[in-house]
């Protein structure tokens, strides 16, 4: 059973940074697909960005596109997202999220980190 542990988030001033980490157990990074999902309060839960076991490819969305980068570490078995120029409405409980082994449906949640931009 892989269990994913998130952490990083905070609260910071509109235009800053943070960097979120998935610490994963019981299962390797480097098999799976890896992502990052958000739910702001009275919003569904919305894909941020993925990267992919195979190649490492990495797809994001619109919204956080140029401004979030999304890594791997394979030696710690940790999943990064780097947040960059952050916005209020980047405001949200932040999951971590795995396939299983090779696969490309996310089966594996973390129980989130909270991230709040301030104006």
């Known amino acids: 059973q892989v269990q994913l542990v998130e952490s990083g988030g905070g609260l910071v001033q509109a235009g800053g940074s943070l960097r979120l980490s998935c610490a994963a157990s019981?299962?390797?990074?480097?098999?799976?697909?890896m992502g990052w999902f958000r739910q702001a309060p009275g919003k569904e839960r919305q894909f941020v960005a993925q990267i992919n076991w195979r190649d490492g490819s990495t797809h994001y969305a619109d919204s956080v596109k140029g401004r979030f980068t999304i890594s791997r570490d394979n030696g710690k078995n940790t999943v990064y997202l780097q947040m960059n120029s952050l916005k209020p409405e980047d405001t949200a409980v932040y999951y971590c999220?795995?396939?299983?082994?090779?696969?490309?449906?996310?089966?594996?949640w973390g129980q989130g980190t909270q991230v709040t931009v301030s104006s």
């Open positions: 019981g299962g390797t990074v480097s098999r799976r697909g």
């Open positions: 999220a795995a396939t299983k082994n090779f696969a490309a449906e996310y089966t594996y």
